[in-house]
């Protein structure tokens, strides 16, 4: 990952991933207790993910007039599926959605990404989330795919 705020947040949820053990040992619950808790984390990584790598995108490529424009808008993203994920990238250049697409389909990233965002909004409005820490740790392996992904399409090697 190369944007140095999402990279900052990833090393952190890693962080938090790595100490469950330690801080819950072998009792379940608190086990399912923050499994729910990094769901939420990885979902708002995720959602930030999408605006920080578009914003700088448009920081670099347009005029400064434009690039505020972009930004405001990118700000008002919120609980992305990978069907927002799709639309903004073919917002900004049509193939890159259909390349977004293509990638998410495969290896069962849409599911992590959908499922993430799904339990989110179970957790957040209290209702029953069985979301395990093993699950949520594969899901956001997979998510952070698709935020790598994104980052190189807007990159300028990686413009189609």
């Known amino acids: 990952m190369k944007n140095r705020e999402l990279n900052r947040q990833l090393q952190a949820l890693n962080s938090l ?3 469950t053990k330690d801080a819950c040992g072998d009792d379940i619950e608190m086990l399912s207790h923050w499994a729910k808790y990094l769901c939420v984390l990885c979902a708002g990584f995720l959602e930030n ?3 920080e790598v578009y914003t700088t995108f448009c920081t670099q490529a ?3 007039a434009v690039a505020s424009y972009a930004n405001r808008k990118l700000r008002k993203i919120q609980n992305p599926k990978t069907p927002a994920f799709i639309g903004l990238a073919a917002e900004f250049e049509r193939t890159w959605g259909e390349k ?3 990638f998410v389909n495969d290896n069962g990233r849409r599911e992590a990404i959908d499922s993430i965002m799904a339990n989110r909004h179970r957790i957040a409005h209290g209702d029953t989330s069985t979301i395990s820490l ?3 740790k594969e899901y956001f392996k997979k998510a952070i795919e698709v935020v790598d992904f994104i980052e190189a399409q807007c990159l300028p090697s990686g413009r189609a």
């Open 17 to 19: 991933f790595d100490r």
């Open 49 to 51: 993910s999408l605006k």
């Open 62 to 64: 347009a005029s400064p």
């Open 100 to 102: 977004l697409k293509e």
């Open 134 to 136: 093993v699950q949520i």
